[in-house]
């Protein structure tokens, strides 16, 4: 069945740092590509997304591209923020249907 | 309503107790899922209801497990006998069908002791 996998965390990253957060996939099919964030005490929300090969989602400075050829969707941002710290999952969808998610990675920033 | 909501936020149960969760979705909105998130994991895909059927019941881990909803509305999960494995945040989410972003309410905390 289809599955993800994330780099396990935490990720403990200074102010201003580069952030990388790995993640592939495997699927049957064409899947969308989704990272969802969880902030302490807060619901899931979703970060971004792309549904096609070579379409990158972005969102409040975050970037992922969809790469069908490594099967892969790694989450980015060049400056991260103390404010960035949150759980992020990434997931998958195939024929818009349940979402498979990734077990999360928790990010934690300091100042 | 604005979101999706649920309800109770925390559930603190004795083991072998039946229990209902409930999630209100956003208005509107045909098709619903339940997730379970158990510490430290990602979360775990339990069944997808369309309107008020569920043509997608896969992730039930157990037959103690079962879920209703009525008037395309309100769903119910009920978990009969549990057990202290099963507790586990449950979330439930609600895209305005069943090709679009999913919404997710704050979910239930349940603790089985």
């Known amino acids: 069945g289809d599955s993800v996998t994330q780099m396990e965390g935490p990720v403990t990253l200074s102010e201003e740092a580069f952030l990388t957060i790995n993640c592939t996939y495997t699927a049957t099919g064409y899947p969308s590509l989704f990272w969802y964030v969880q902030y302490p005490g807060e619901g899931l929300q979703l970060l971004l997304k792309?549904?096609?090969?070579?379409d990158k989602g972005s969102n409040k400075g975050f970037e992922a591209t969809y790469r069908k050829e490594t099967t892969s969707f790694h989450l980015e941002k060049g400056s991260v923020q103390v404010s960035d710290s949150a759980v992020y999952f990434c997931a998958l969808t195939e024929y818009g249907n349940k979402l498979v998610f990734g077990a999360g990675t928790i990010l934690r920033v300091k100042s | 309503g604005a979101g999706v909501s649920q309800s109770p936020s925390n559930k603190v149960t004795e083991k072998g107790k039946d229990v209902e969760l409930r999630c209100d979705p956003i208005s509107g909105h045909t098709a619903l899922y339940w997730y379970r998130q158990r510490l430290g994991q990602g979360l775990e895909f339990l069944i997808y209801?369309?309107?008020?059927?569920?043509?997608?019941k896969s992730g039930l881990p157990s037959d103690r497990f079962s879920a209703e909803r009525t008037g395309e509305s309100v769903s119910t999960l009920t978990i009969q006998r549990t057990q202290q494995e099963d507790s586990a945040v449950y979330l439930c989410?609600?895209?305005?069908?069943?090709?679009?972003?999913?919404?997710f309410g704050p979910g239930t905390r349940l603790t089985v002791l």
């Open positions: 209801f369309q309107g008020n059927s569920a043509p997608d």
């Open positions: 792309a549904t096609k090969a070579d």
């Open positions: 989410a609600s895209p305005r069908d069943s090709y679009n972003e999913q919404f």
